[in-house]
């Protein structure tokens, strides 16, 4: 089975880049003969920015443009997906949203048009969502911040196209934490990608 990582963080030498590659050693790891594809979305100069013709996509008047159908064919040949990202302001980077924005567009995440059904695309598809924080858990559980995270990110976007969400993490204390303990965790992340990815949607 193959997965997609994505992750977006402009340091080459980030620890969002380093726990990236240390889930793929765990995908690997696993001795299954699993694959992966790593999509560094910052070299490779993802445009995340929503335009006129991002708009015409959705409203199904054109076709999406060259960038995007290359991203959604990359993930249609992907049995998960993977995302690793640094928390911004509660949230997750401008360019991995805009890569969201763009992306899981109308007509191909999901179906939708005025006196029709929502028809959600996207249920074959597991996401394993690997956010790293800077604060530490008390601060979280303190003003409910990864339940408002989970709230926007695993329902408001996965949900509404349907991809069920497998793992939805959050590794904390970044910055103060032994790197080990931090590698470690992303290591058992993607031993178990495969395992979690294949148990049915409850």
């Known amino acids: 089975m193959h997965a997609l990582i ?3 963080h402009p340091d080459p030498k980030s620890r969002t880049r380093s726990v990236a590659a240390r889930v793929a050693e765990g995908i690997v790891d696993s001795d299954h003969g699993h694959s992966f594809e790593i999509a560094d979305l910052a070299a490779e100069g993802f445009d995340p920015r929503f335009i006129s013709s991002d708009i015409a ?3 199904r008047a054109s076709p999406p443009s060259a960038d995007v159908t290359a991203e959604q064919d990359r993930i249609d040949r992907a049995d998960a997906l993977v995302l690793v990202y640094p928390v911004y302001w509660w949230s997750m980077p401008a360019l991995l949203k805009g890569w969201i924005d763009r992306v899981f567009a109308n007509g191909w995440a999901y179906d939708e048009a005025p006196g029709l059904k929502l028809k959600k695309n996207l249920q074959h598809l597991p996401v394993h969502l690997i956010a790293i924080g800077g604060a530490s858990e008390r601060t979280y559980a303190r003003h409910g911040y990864f339940g ?5 990110i695993d329902h408001g976007i996965f949900d509404y196209c349907g991809a069920p969400v497998k793992t939805s993490e959050l ?3 970044s910055e103060t934490q032994d790197p080990k303990s931090l590698m470690d965790a992303a290591h058992s ?3 178990n990608v495969f395992s979690l990815s294949e148990q049915k949607v409850a």
């Not at 408002?148 to 926007?152: E, L, R």
């Open 6 to 8: 994505v992750f977006a």
């Open 57 to 59: 996509a959705h409203l």
């Open 148 to 152: 408002a995270m989970k709230t926007q």
């Open 171 to 173: 590794l904390l204390d």
């Open 189 to 191: 992340i993607g031993a």
